[in-house]
């Protein structure tokens, strides 16, 4: 990863213009071809990126990043470079958290009842031409339900929810089947969109699904 701070301005050039006026900012190029200028605030958003694939050509105090599709660009003039420096940082090993998805459908399978007495577990990682979901079972009165698991729902996961909804429902032998979209946290975004569209919402209490009871039980 290369680490520019300079200051500069730049020029989007593409289906719209937009043009960021002189000042110091980070310039980050990483070795996916990728580039992205940031400012010292909003977090990890930058005020303007190229995507790969994309080629940078420094040319004096004109940088031009072109992306290789669609021939946008980004023009960056370098009035005065603070620092440049170049880093390898090698293949990352990726996020690894305490009840990631795969634990919490294997929690959940183990202790199916935790959704509602009578419940029965048809079983895990149910195959579609789709995709798998993650838990298919039948509720206390024998109806088909189809659980989604995520560690943080968001509407990503309600709308794959619902496409494996379809499907299953085509299916005579499953039909009706019912969606439930469980997580261990929902945002409110995705509880609105899978209330409109049916889908029941549970939070899952990853301790208490590992058989630690808390003093105030947050299952619901």
């Not at 048809?122 to 009165?141: F, K």
């Not at 989604?148 to 619902?162: A, F, M, S, Y």
């Not at 469980?182 to 209330?195: D, F, G, N, S």
Request: with cysteine.
């Amino acid at each position: 990863m290369r680490l520019v701070i300079a200051r500069c301005s730049v020029d989007y050039i593409g289906r719209l213009t937009a043009h960021l006026p002189m000042a110091p900012r980070l310039v980050l190029i990483k070795a996916d071809g990728s580039v992205s200028i940031h400012a010292d605030d909003r977090a990890f958003k930058p005020l303007n990126w190229m995507n790969p694939p994309c080629k940078l050509k420094e040319d004096g105090e004109t940088w031009t990043v072109t992306h290789g599709k669609t021939g946008e660009k980004l023009v960056l003039t370098m009035a005065e470079i603070l620092h440049d420096s170049s880093h390898e940082l090698g293949v990352d090993p990726g996020l690894i958290k305490d009840g990631v998805e795969a634990h919490l459908q294997e929690l959940l399978a183990e202790h199916i009842t935790t959704l509602g007495v009578g419940y029965s577990l048809i079983r895990r990682e149910y195959m579609t031409a789709i995709g798998p979901v993650d838990i298919l079972c039948r509720d206390a009165q024998g109806a088909t339900v189809a659980i989604e698991i995520k560690r943080r729902g968001e509407i990503d996961g309600v709308e794959q929810l619902t496409r494996y909804l379809e499907l299953l429902n085509r299916d005579p032998l499953l039909s009706p089947v019912r969606g439930v979209f469980a997580a261990q946290e929902i945002k409110p975004q995705a509880r609105v969109l899978a209330t409109d569209r049916g889908i029941d919402c549970v939070t899952l209490d990853y301790d208490t699904l590992r058989g630690i009871e808390p003093e105030n039980p947050t299952l619901f």
